[in-house]
């Protein structure tokens, strides 16, 4: 069926270097994704969404690209920090009356100070 | 400002015994309310979500069951535990207009035993 993965299970990165988690998607009516930080033993937290109009979104020291044509989701942390340890993952959510969203398995990122 | 509560934030049962876990959300009205259940090193399950008082949909059969009996609290059941009943459960709500995304509250670590 449709889903959201992640092609990328785990993610060892430099601490100062920059980090790109990446995510595929399957379902074409996806009009809206997120992506969210979860830290050991809480529960996830939005970091930053983009809507299928638009191909890139920045925040601060995160951006999100969307690739439609290939159905590609990325997130690109800047000079990732110790405290950016966590799983990140991507969900993907279709438009209606109700949200219902998708999400992926999600990639876990070490930072190595 | 919305805040949405979860708990209890840790739970050990007896495999046969019940549970209840509440969540309710402040700040808001008529949220779409939904369970997640995490498996460790695993993503996210939809268990239930919730568009009003009342109105309960199950994404999977299993041994839960979920009541919304007031318009922002809404409760996770079961009548008797599996050892597979455990794992990090999340309650989570989103704006019934499209609001971004989900708020997720803090979780709740079940181990049935």
């Known amino acids: 069926g449709e889903s959201v993965g992640l092609h990328l299970p785990t993610l060892s990165v430099q601490e100062g270097d920059n980090s790109i988690i990446n995510c595929a998607y399957s379902?074409?009516?996806?009009?809206?994704f997120i992506w969210y930080k979860q830290e050991s033993g809480k529960g996830p937290q939005f970091i930053i969404d983009i809507r299928s109009n638009m191909d890139k979104r920045q925040g601060q020291r995160v951006t999100v690209l969307l690739n439609k044509t290939v159905k590609h989701l990325s997130l690109q942390i800047a000079a990732t920090q110790p405290g950016d340890s966590a799983v990140y993952f991507c969900?993907?959510?279709?438009?209606?009356?109700?949200?219902?969203?998708?999400f992926g398995i999600g990639t876990k990122l070490q930072v190595i100070p | 400002s919305q805040t949405i509560h979860q708990w209890p934030a840790t739970l050990v049962q007896p495999v046969g015994s019940p549970l209840s876990l509440e969540c309710t959300v402040e700040g808001t009205s008529n949220p779409n309310l939904y369970w997640y259940r995490q498996a460790a090193g695993r993503g996210l399950q939809l268990l239930f979500y919730?568009?009003?008082?009342?109105?309960i949909s199950s994404e999977v059969p299993q041994n839960l069951s979920a009541s919304r009996p007031q318009d922002r609290q809404f409760i996770l059941s079961s009548k008797k535990l599996l050892l597979s009943d455990s794992g990090f459960y999340l309650c989570?709500?989103?704006?019934?207009?499209?609001?971004?995304?989900?708020?997720f509250g803090s979780g709740t670590r079940l181990t049935v035993v």
């Open positions: 969900a993907e959510n279709i438009g209606g009356g109700y949200q219902k969203v998708t």
């Open positions: 379902n074409s009516a996806s009009d809206y």
């Open positions: 919730s568009v009003g008082i009342g109105q």
């Open positions: 989570a709500w989103s704006g019934g207009t499209g609001a971004n995304g989900y708020t």
